[in-house]
């Protein structure tokens, strides 16, 4: 029920204590204290410098920063590079400076660029991390004193109020009127009521009223606590601990790559061998000579260039992302997002805005929906479909005015809009007397408050007493709908007074529950003339009932639409929350998640077996009432069914789930650093729909990826097949191991990398989300690398036969086969920009500007080749004149014309 008191609502079913700790809940404030060999005074000065150089600081264990040098070697961790070092090595060993120097060059490239681009987001996350610098107000020595929260010690008294971060694990020993937001635990957005009352030793966590635990937020009131854990030890260092038990799994990519790196550096040097053996002993090469070809063999079959292009194509998507507000730790994390096929939301904060609002409003005689959302005092009142003057409802307007003056909260208007500065509940209170026609500030000030008695969870209400000029004292109250109706004898009307129906308050009340909304009653009662205080036995009998409000967490808007993308891309959401099931299905009805979402709750879940629980994974849309244990248990039965995850969260409690799944994304705003460390993307607004742009932003990265393979791997493979071709039929190499170092580094960098900023193309977010186990060369890209890769054979035999024909020496007739090679590449890289569209359209014959610039740099490289004498030196070319070049052109026009008459047969073929 929605109705529940909110120290009700704020419970997790199946929490423990914390291994190895007392049950300080259970033990009475003095017993405390003594047990810690404390006081009410706090400690001295000596004893907490004591304590502390004993038990440690008070902060959880941060993660091991790997140092600058390490992510620099471990860009040169892959086969691929090992191979090309070890050609290198060799080649310098039998004399081949150059082609040695030109090799580890590449290799060094490539590393500089990894590493650069992968610095990038953790440097973003640090920004996060250095706008948190907590304090602590503490008692030592009787003395209050501010310090750092991670000098405190167990024993220390620490003073808390509204806006405090609670800076360790304390058992409360003062409270007044103290609400603690305890979201980072339990996932629960209402702040608790906190006493100072000992509870059950096997009290459930959300139940430990008289703790305030490390991580958490005061909302509302003060109080003073005795610390009795700190650091690890504390409530949220126990769950931190379970991350390091949970497997971290490999992204797709990472797993894609390793196996594409072995198979292909298995093939590279079982193919050189044989190649080796063949020119030794079959050509009669001599061993200098078959070696230097077979280097060229592996540098032509070795994609050197793929590893940098790839990293920067991630880091291209990361820094689209943060624009976004999504901001990435990881890189592989950009391609993962793109396949991901199931996303488990929180719901407070990322489906819904975190701000409470009022709903509905029921009287004796009305329904009254309010319009408006978050603590803006802007909206209107309808009834029926009909927008109301709201003064003429006398009714309402004592209802709303009640809620305003038995209330501490206060809205402000600041650059973020409208905030509230006490319990959120009370906000939306204050939110519906403006919407009603009263004035906030001006109301207070003319109906003077001259007492109150403070809501307590043991009563379940707040009353005040207010008088205005020239009218009796009027007692208002409001709290627990099932409170207050035992209080009340009577039901405003428009007539007056009534007997109340309590059946029809009963039912009303489940309607409100029904549609997920927290219900607040609000009654009043005059009292004699001159009264100047109350007591609890003056305000629990013969009150009139004004009515009901029902407030709700409403949904975020751009959710909805995000949550309708969801379901074109073939994603499925599922809401993960520690909130009501009631609540929960109202919100994830409203979302649009399901028109009759399937809701179970932690406790149906503890029941059932592992073949039930992955079942009801699949089936479910909603899970309610969940602990940490739960959500991991979810993510593991998700994956289990071969499922891509993305998994959001904010607390300490979030944080194993978070590590589990494929891409865990934290919340920047709310979100503990737990949560952060154990995620790969942040999302800097706490916002649903920045995800599902995110995954928008990965399906583009993986397609681009797609582009850089399909444009890379024919290009090499059509420089691998020359060389074998040449060796096979015992002929003169058409072009040296060096000048295909040439090749691939400039159009790797120069062409290769313009893939990595190409757009999304239209329909991204139309096609099913990918299987995580799909290959990273597919059947119809495997077929295109061959065709292509046979094309460029073509081409450059073609040119080098023809030279040779016509009278040119070697030396010009490979610049030709340079040359034609690098003119086939790009005009290929135009064919290849569009997956799943035409390339010789306005559009793609224009490019991006990426890719001119590409383009561009390569002619002008390609002419500092041929025509500069230093690079002739090194790469031994020569000048080519302009009727070759004509010709060199035409070839990869060529090429184009029949790469995309095979896309289009290929696109007729497929078609059902």
Same mark, same amino acid.
């Given at each position: 029920?929605?109705?529940?008191?909110?120290?009700?609502?704020?419970?997790?079913?199946?929490?423990?204590?914390?291994?190895?700790?007392?049950?300080?809940?259970?033990?009475?404030?003095?017993?405390?204290?003594?047990?810690?060999?404390?006081?009410?005074?706090?400690?001295?000065?000596?004893?907490?410098?004591?304590?502390?150089?004993?038990?440690?600081?008070?902060?959880?264990?941060?993660?091991?920063?790997?140092?600058?040098?390490?992510?620099?070697?471990?860009?040169?961790?892959?086969?691929?590079?090992?191979?090309?070092?070890?050609?290198?090595?060799?080649?310098?060993?039998?004399?081949?400076?150059?082609?040695?120097?030109?090799?580890?060059?590449?290799?060094?490239?490539?590393?500089?660029?990894?590493?650069?681009?992968?610095?990038?987001?953790?440097?973003?996350?640090?920004?996060?991390?250095?706008?948190?610098?907590?304090?602590?107000?503490?008692?030592?020595?009787?003395?209050?004193?501010?310090?750092?929260?991670?000098?405190?010690?167990?024993?220390?008294?620490?003073?808390?109020?509204?806006?405090?971060?609670?800076?360790?694990?304390?058992?409360?020993?003062?409270?007044?009127?103290?609400?603690?937001?305890?979201?980072?635990?339990?996932?629960?957005?209402?702040?608790?009521?906190?006493?100072?009352?000992?509870?059950?030793?096997?009290?459930?966590?959300?139940?430990?009223?008289?703790?305030?635990?490390?991580?958490?937020?005061?909302?509302?009131?003060?109080?003073?606590?005795?610390?009795?854990?700190?650091?690890?030890?504390?409530?949220?260092?126990?769950?931190?601990?379970?991350?390091?038990?949970?497997?971290?799994?490999?992204?797709?990519?990472?797993?894609?790559?390793?196996?594409?790196?072995?198979?292909?550096?298995?093939?590279?040097?079982?193919?050189?061998?044989?190649?080796?053996?063949?020119?030794?002993?079959?050509?009669?090469?001599?061993?200098?000579?078959?070696?230097?070809?077979?280097?060229?063999?592996?540098?032509?079959?070795?994609?050197?260039?793929?590893?940098?292009?790839?990293?920067?194509?991630?880091?291209?998507?990361?820094?689209?992302?943060?624009?976004?507000?999504?901001?990435?730790?990881?890189?592989?994390?950009?391609?993962?997002?793109?396949?991901?096929?199931?996303?488990?939301?929180?719901?407070?904060?990322?489906?819904?805005?975190?701000?409470?609002?009022?709903?509905?409003?029921?009287?004796?005689?009305?329904?009254?929906?309010?319009?408006?959302?978050?603590?803006?005092?802007?909206?209107?009142?309808?009834?029926?479909?009909?927008?109301?003057?709201?003064?003429?409802?006398?009714?309402?307007?004592?209802?709303?005015?009640?809620?305003?003056?038995?209330?501490?909260?206060?809205?402000?208007?600041?650059?973020?809009?409208?905030?509230?500065?006490?319990?959120?509940?009370?906000?939306?209170?204050?939110?519906?007397?403006?919407?009603?026609?009263?004035?906030?500030?001006?109301?207070?000030?003319?109906?003077?408050?001259?007492?109150?008695?403070?809501?307590?969870?043991?009563?379940?209400?707040?009353?005040?007493?207010?008088?205005?000029?020239?009218?009796?004292?009027?007692?208002?109250?409001?709290?627990?709908?099932?409170?207050?109706?035992?209080?009340?004898?009577?039901?405003?009307?428009?007539?007056?007074?009534?007997?109340?129906?309590?059946?029809?308050?009963?039912?009303?009340?489940?309607?409100?529950?029904?549609?997920?909304?927290?219900?607040?009653?609000?009654?009043?009662?005059?009292?004699?003339?001159?009264?100047?205080?109350?007591?609890?036995?003056?305000?629990?009998?013969?009150?009139?009932?004004?009515?009901?409000?029902?407030?709700?967490?409403?949904?975020?808007?751009?959710?909805?639409?995000?949550?309708?993308?969801?379901?074109?891309?073939?994603?499925?959401?599922?809401?993960?929350?520690?909130?009501?099931?009631?609540?929960?299905?109202?919100?994830?009805?409203?979302?649009?998640?399901?028109?009759?979402?399937?809701?179970?709750?932690?406790?149906?879940?503890? =029941? /059932?077996?592992?073949?039930?629980?992955?079942? +009801? !994974?699949?089936?479910? *849309?909603?899970? $309610? &009432?969940?602990?940490?244990?739960?959500?991991?248990?979810?993510?593991?039965?998700?994956?289990?069914?071969?499922?891509?995850?993305?998994?959001?969260?904010?607390?300490?409690?979030?944080?194993?789930?978070?590590?589990?799944?494929?891409?865990?994304?934290?919340?920047?705003?709310?979100?503990?650093?737990?949560?952060?460390?154990?995620?790969?993307?942040?999302?800097?607004?706490?916002?649903?729909?920045?995800?599902?742009?995110?995954?928008?932003?990965?399906?583009?990265?993986?397609?681009?990826?797609?582009?850089?393979?399909?444009?890379?791997?024919?290009?090499?493979?059509?420089?691998?097949?020359?060389?074998?071709?040449?060796?096979?039929?015992?002929?003169?190499?058409?072009?040296?191991?060096?000048?295909?170092?040439?090749?691939?580094?400039?159009?790797?960098?120069?062409? =290769? /990398?313009?893939?990595?900023?190409?757009?999304? +193309? !239209?329909?991204?977010? *139309?096609?099913? $989300? &990918?299987?995580?186990?799909?290959?990273?060369?597919?059947?119809?890209?495997?077929?295109?690398?061959?065709?292509?890769?046979?094309?460029?054979?073509?081409?450059?035999?073609?040119?080098?036969?023809?030279?040779?024909?016509?009278?040119?020496?070697?030396?010009?007739?490979?610049?030709?086969?340079?040359?034609?090679?690098?003119?086939?590449?790009?005009?290929?890289?135009?064919?290849?920009?569009?997956?799943?569209?035409?390339?010789?359209?306005?559009?793609?014959?224009?490019?991006?500007?990426?890719?001119?610039?590409?383009?561009?740099?390569?002619?002008?490289?390609?002419?500092?080749?041929?025509?500069?004498?230093?690079?002739?030196?090194?790469?031994?070319?020569?000048?080519?004149?302009?009727?070759?070049?004509?010709?060199?052109?035409?070839?990869?026009?060529?090429?184009?014309?029949?790469?995309?008459?095979?896309?289009?047969?290929? !696109?007729?073929?497929?078609?059902?």
């Amino acid at each position: 029920m929605t109705s529940h008191t909110p120290h009700e609502q704020g419970r997790t079913h199946g929490a423990r204590a914390a291994p190895d700790a007392a049950n300080w809940h259970a033990l009475a404030v003095e017993e405390t204290l003594t047990r810690l060999s404390s006081s009410r005074a706090g400690l001295d000065a000596d004893e907490a410098a004591r304590r502390l150089a004993e038990v440690g600081p008070n902060r959880l264990p941060e993660a091991r920063q790997r140092s600058t040098l390490v992510r620099f070697l471990l860009q040169f961790h892959n086969l691929l590079i090992y191979v090309l070092l070890a050609a290198g090595v060799v080649s310098a060993l039998i004399g081949h400076g150059t082609d040695a120097g030109v090799i580890f060059a590449v290799v060094v490239i490539n590393a500089v660029i990894g590493f650069v681009q992968e610095g990038r987001a953790e440097r973003a996350l640090d920004a996060i991390r250095s706008m948190i610098d907590p304090h602590a107000s503490v008692l030592r020595g009787g003395q209050r004193l501010s310090i750092a929260a991670d000098e405190i010690v167990p024993g220390d008294i620490v003073l808390l109020e509204a806006g405090d971060r609670v800076p360790a694990d304390l058992r409360l020993i003062r409270a007044r009127n103290l609400r603690i937001d305890e979201a980072a635990l339990t996932g629960e957005s209402v702040p608790v009521d906190k006493t100072t009352e000992a509870v059950d030793a096997s009290a459930a966590l959300g139940d430990r009223l008289d703790l305030a635990f490390s991580g958490t937020f005061v909302t509302a009131g003060s109080g003073i606590g005795v610390t009795v854990a700190t650091g690890a030890t504390t409530e949220l260092g126990r769950i931190s601990a379970m991350i390091g038990a949970v497997e971290q799994l490999a992204t797709p990519l990472i797993r894609q790559m390793d196996q594409f790196a072995r198979q292909i550096t298995l093939a590279v040097l079982g193919v050189s061998a044989l190649v080796f053996a063949y020119a030794v002993y079959v050509i009669t090469y001599g061993l200098d000579d078959a070696f230097m070809a077979v280097v060229g063999l592996a540098v032509a079959a070795i994609p050197e260039g793929l590893p940098a292009v790839m990293t920067i194509t991630l880091a291209v998507g990361v820094q689209r992302m943060a624009r976004r507000n999504a901001i990435i730790r990881r890189l592989p994390a950009v391609e993962t997002l793109g396949s991901v096929s199931v996303i488990c939301s929180d719901k407070t904060g990322t489906l819904t805005r975190n701000e409470m609002t009022v709903r509905d409003v029921v009287t004796a005689e009305e329904r009254f929906t309010v319009e408006g959302t978050g603590y803006a005092p802007h909206g209107g009142i309808v009834v029926g479909g009909i927008s109301i003057d709201p003064p003429t409802f006398r009714v309402l307007e004592e209802l709303a005015l009640a809620g305003l003056l038995c209330n501490d909260a206060h809205l402000r208007e600041g650059e973020a809009g409208w905030q509230v500065v006490g319990d959120p509940m009370e906000g939306a209170l204050v939110a519906l007397a403006a919407k009603a026609g009263h004035q906030p500030d001006a109301a207070r000030a003319e109906i003077a408050r001259l007492d109150e008695i403070p809501f307590d969870s043991r009563h379940r209400y707040m009353a005040t007493l207010n008088r205005r000029e020239g009218y009796e004292p009027t007692i208002y109250v409001k709290g627990a709908p099932e409170r207050l109706l035992e209080m009340c004898d009577s039901a405003a009307s428009p007539e007056g007074p009534r007997p109340i129906d309590r059946e029809y308050w009963e039912a009303r009340l489940a309607d409100l529950a029904a549609d997920g909304e927290r219900v607040l009653a609000l009654a009043r009662t005059v009292a004699p003339a001159g009264t100047s205080d109350i007591a609890p036995e003056s305000v629990e009998r013969d009150l009139c009932l004004l009515g009901f409000v029902g407030l709700i967490d409403p949904p975020r808007e751009e959710a909805v639409a995000a949550i309708e993308e969801c379901r074109r891309a073939g994603i499925s959401v599922k809401m993960i929350t520690g909130d009501h099931a009631a609540t929960a299905r109202a919100i994830a009805t409203q979302l649009g998640l399901a028109e009759d979402p399937r809701t179970v709750t932690g406790r149906d879940l503890d =029941g /059932l077996d592992d073949g039930a629980f992955a079942a +009801e !994974a699949r089936q479910a *849309s909603v899970f $309610a &009432r969940t602990s940490p244990e739960h959500k991991l248990r979810l993510v593991q039965a998700l994956q289990a069914d071969g499922s891509t995850i993305a998994m959001t969260g904010d607390g300490v409690n979030d944080a194993p789930a978070l590590k589990r799944a494929d891409v865990g994304v934290a919340m920047g705003n709310k979100g503990t650093e737990a949560a952060k460390e154990a995620s790969e993307m942040v999302l800097a607004d706490d916002n649903f729909a920045s995800i599902v742009a995110a995954v928008r932003e990965g399906r583009t990265v993986y397609d681009n990826l797609t582009k850089v393979i399909a444009w890379t791997l024919p290009t090499n493979g059509g420089e691998a097949m020359t060389i074998i071709l040449a060796i096979l039929f015992g002929l003169t190499l058409p072009v040296t191991p060096v000048q295909i170092l040439w090749i691939n580094m400039i159009t790797a960098v120069a062409l =290769g /990398l313009t893939l990595a900023f190409e757009p999304t +193309e !239209a329909g991204a977010m *139309s096609r099913p $989300a &990918r299987a995580a186990g799909q290959r990273l060369i597919s059947g119809r890209l495997l077929w295109r690398i061959l065709f292509v890769s046979g094309l460029m054979v073509a081409g450059g035999f073609g040119i080098y036969t023809w030279a040779t024909l016509n009278g040119h020496d070697v030396e010009t007739a490979r610049t030709m086969v340079v040359n034609t090679m690098v003119v086939m590449e790009i005009f290929y890289l135009f064919s290849v920009r569009y997956v799943h569209g035409a390339s010789i359209t306005l559009e793609g014959v224009l490019g991006t500007r990426a890719v001119l610039i590409g383009v561009a740099i390569v002619v002008v490289g390609q002419f500092a080749f041929t025509y500069l004498p230093p690079l002739q030196a090194v790469f031994d070319s020569r000048p080519i004149g302009l009727a070759d070049g004509a010709l060199i052109i035409a070839i990869g026009i060529a090429l184009l014309a029949i790469v995309e008459l095979e896309k289009r047969i290929a !696109a007729r073929i497929s078609r059902p």
